[in-house]
């Protein structure tokens, strides 16, 4: 009796494990070893954990046993000066899939710091948000974070301000996920689909498509876990449905979208686990267009043509042009109420945000072609046509995907919930507010921002404009970032986005090669310029190393820290070099283009009124330049002042002190007028590239004049410093 038992306990818990296995139910492990800090010698580094003090910080990373939140143990960060970050770097091998990041932190006072996750691959940041602390209380901090492929990646958490900080308890856990077998399903209706009308879920009749079967009774229907694709032959369209049988999108050649049309000879080429390949043909009276469709498991449709390019209608309230370096284009039909169509400059990527806030349909084209954008009576776009003979087609769809924002003038100085919209997921969600008087990009933060913790070049400082508190959204607008227009919200890339959920970005990878959509996204050149000297002695700008100076002459030690103040006039010139170096790109870049458009004259004396916009949007580059020019000194004047600063070390002297502080005034003066021409020469750039994309849609002829602006324009705009934009932009 007891041997049976224990068998069949046995048997049970092996029973649970197979249920678990075949249901895709893994066990949550944290991946994070040593995480509680109890392993390592007290006073040194943790085992397994490394420690970086970034940007001039001063301080240390080490172990205690003073207190903890678990254990014995505890890792001390304490940062000494007001600059740079000083964070503990833990390497972690991390498999895709979704994740919860936590940890437990106390301070010695009220502090924010931030909390990151980097890929040690390129130093991309996966994950970021800042976090707050009260005094003396350990706190627990949790978090959603997705991964979509396997890399190492660096946990960094540490302090961007003086004070002393204790970490514990730090774990990236896989959340126990259950995996979701969608099968692909083909259906023959029996009989054919005789109008818009039918409700294709009720599927009345229907049977499953036999791979024996040569043709079908009536039409063929396509379904898997995200789509359904009907094959209407009597009707003569492709119609998409989303999963819960509304109706999203209809396709058709563009050569036959005003003729009577059927489609002949269905045929499924390929019917795998994997893969469903159809091929069709359109026939009016005048032509047959044969076109093939190939599904995945995925959202994603596939549409290939030798002979025509395809219209696709939808109900599209905002057509969006995104783009990875500068801002996106989004296009609101009611400002075109006088229009038949838009020509758009064709950049691989279309994103249509659907009437009711629930769906966006995503195209890509892997070769760059012209796109058109039809407008119906009712303002609102109804098609958009391809002239492309390959493209891809998702849909996209969740409750509240995207949505618009009226912002009226109680936004200013204000903290304003958005009432009628909460995010359906964690994701990078952006919306374009105007700063500089130029649409620009801001993403949503995950937390409240401080107030005034926000610092652009010459604008000085403000509160971010836009975070979520929990999926609520808030904005914060001011004179600085106004109220102006509506606001689109939107996402394309993944931030904590659970796996399950695909964004733009994952659809661009996973229908691209690697070297089409990496010359799409341009990681390489979303990179911001360093500006920090290697080995930098101090800082980076001249306002962080002349105050670092600052507090040796206030205690009296400049002589003694002779070399340490040498090494910060070292650090400026080459920040100094640096951005002046980039203004002289700008103009470079400007010339270069007052070259093009001046031939464009010649050769399309049409195009006038374009051309001349242009051009006056490209002079401003040049007389922001010449209007900052005097304030900017040179090289030489710099290093007058690096040799004034340094000879006040070689004496002790009452006058010191007073000395440097007019000095201290001509160097941030320096610093101050190229940060500022800088960021005016970004943003006047941006423009001319928004410009450019918004005025070309009255012609076609137009449009290839802007794409190669607009080419230009990105080329220049790569790899901006951080005085130009934020990092995060």
């Not at 068998?7 to 678990?20: E, G, K, S, T």
């Not at 492929?149 to 961007?160: C, F, K, N, Y």
């Not at 080995?535 to 002589?559: Q, Y």
């Not at 002779?562 to 700008?586: P, Q, V």
Request: glycine share 6%; hydrophobic share 35%; proline share 4%.
């Amino acid at each position: 009796m007891f041997n049976k038992r224990i068998y069949n306990l046995f048997w049970i818990i092996d029973l649970v494990f197979l249920m678990l296995i075949n249901s895709g139910t893994l066990l949550a492990q944290n991946i994070v070893t040593n995480s509680g800090f109890e392993a390592g010698k007290i006073g040194e580094l943790p085992d397994e954990w490394q420690a970086q003090k970034e940007d001039g910080a001063e301080g240390s990373v080490i172990l205690t046993d003073k207190t903890a939140h678990t254990g014995k143990r505890s890792l001390l960060i304490e940062q000494t000066n007001e600059e740079g970050y000083v964070h503990p770097n833990k390497s972690v091998e991390i498999q895709p899939g979704d994740y919860t990041f936590s940890f437990w932190a106390k301070s010695d006072k009220e502090i924010s710091f931030p909390a990151q996750i980097y890929s040690e691959k390129d130093w991309n940041m996966l994950f970021e948000t800042s976090c707050s602390l009260k005094k003396s209380i350990w706190t627990k901090f949790d978090f959603p974070v997705s991964f979509t492929e396997q890399l190492t990646g660096s946990i960094q958490i540490g302090l961007t301000s003086q004070g002393r900080f204790w970490l514990d308890d730090v774990k990236l856990v896989k959340k126990m996920e259950t995996i979701t077998v969608t099968n692909i399903k083909i259906w023959d209706t029996t009989s054919p689909i005789q109008d818009l009308k039918f409700k294709i879920k009720d599927r009345i009749g229907w049977e499953p498509f036999s791979k024996d079967t040569l043709k079908p009774q009536g039409d063929i229907v396509f379904e898997n876990g995200y789509i359904i694709v009907a094959f209407c032959s009597k009707i003569g369209k492709v119609i998409v449905y989303s999963k819960s049988g509304q109706m999203k999108a209809e396709i058709i050649p563009i050569q036959l979208k005003d003729k009577e049309v059927s489609i002949t000879d269905c045929k499924v080429l390929q019917n795998t686990d994997d893969k469903t390949t159809i091929e069709i043909n359109f026939s009016s009276k005048e032509t047959n267009l044969p076109v093939t469709f190939s599904f995945s498991k995925k959202q994603i449709i596939e549409v290939k043509s030798d002979k025509s390019g395809m219209c696709i209608s939808s109900p599209i309230e905002y057509g969006i042009i995104p783009n990875f370096i500068s801002d996106d284009l989004i296009f609101n039909p009611k400002d075109y109420y006088s229009k038949e169509a838009l020509y758009l400059p064709s950049e691989n990527l279309f994103l249509g945000l659907l009437s009711g806030k629930d769906s966006m349909l995503f195209l890509i084209m892997p070769d760059e072609q012209d796109i058109r954008l039809i407008l119906d009576k009712n303002q609102t776009f109804k098609s958009i046509e391809v002239e492309n003979k390959d493209i891809y087609l998702a849909l996209l769809e969740a409750p509240g995907i995207w949505h618009k924002e009226q912002l009226n003038p109680n936004f200013l100085e204000s903290d304003i919930p958005v009432n009628n919209w909460k995010r359906p997921f964690p994701a990078k969600w952006i919306t374009e507010l105007y700063e500089d008087g130029v649409k620009t990009t801001y993403t949503f933060r995950e937390s409240e921002p401080q107030n005034d913790d926000f610092w652009r070049a010459a604008v000085g400082w403000y509160k971010f404009p836009v975070w979520f508190k929990g999926e609520k959204a808030f904005f914060h607008l001011s004179k600085k970032v106004p109220p102006k227009g509506d606001a689109i919200i939107y996402f394309l890339e993944r931030s904590g986005t659970p796996v399950s959920v695909s964004t733009p970005v994952d659809i661009i990878k996973e229908t691209l090669t690697p070297q089409t959509y990496d010359k799409i996204l341009d990681p390489a050149g979303r990179r911001h310029r360093s500006l920090t000297r290697p080995d930098s002695t101090i800082d980076t700008a001249t306002c962080a190393v002349t105050n670092g100076i600052l507090h040796v002459f206030e205690a009296g030690d400049e002589v003694q820290r002779s070399e340490y103040i040498k090494g910060g006039t070292e650090d400026m010139i080459y920040f100094l070099f640096r951005e002046n170096e980039r203004a002289m790109e700008y103009q470079a870049f400007a010339n270069d283009m007052l070259k093009f458009l001046k031939e464009a004259k010649k050769e399309n004396p049409d195009q006038a009124t374009f051309l001349d916009k242009m051009e006056s949007i490209t002079r401003e580059l040049i007389s922001a330049y010449e209007n900052e020019k005097e304030n900017l000194k040179d090289m030489d004047y710099a290093k007058k002042l690096a040799d004034e600063t340094v000879a006040l070390t070689q004496k002790k002297s009452p006058d010191n002190l007073a000395s440097f502080k007019k000095l201290k005034e001509e160097w941030t003066g320096m610093g101050g007028s190229v940060d500022d021409l800088n960021r005016m020469l970004h943003s006047t750039t941006r423009k001319l590239f928004q410009e450019a994309g918004y005025g070309c849609v009255d012609q076609l002829k137009t449009v290839s004049i802007a794409e190669e602006i607009r080419k230009m324009t990105i080329k220049c705009l790569r790899n901006p410093g951080s005085y130009e934009i934020w990092s995060d932009y």
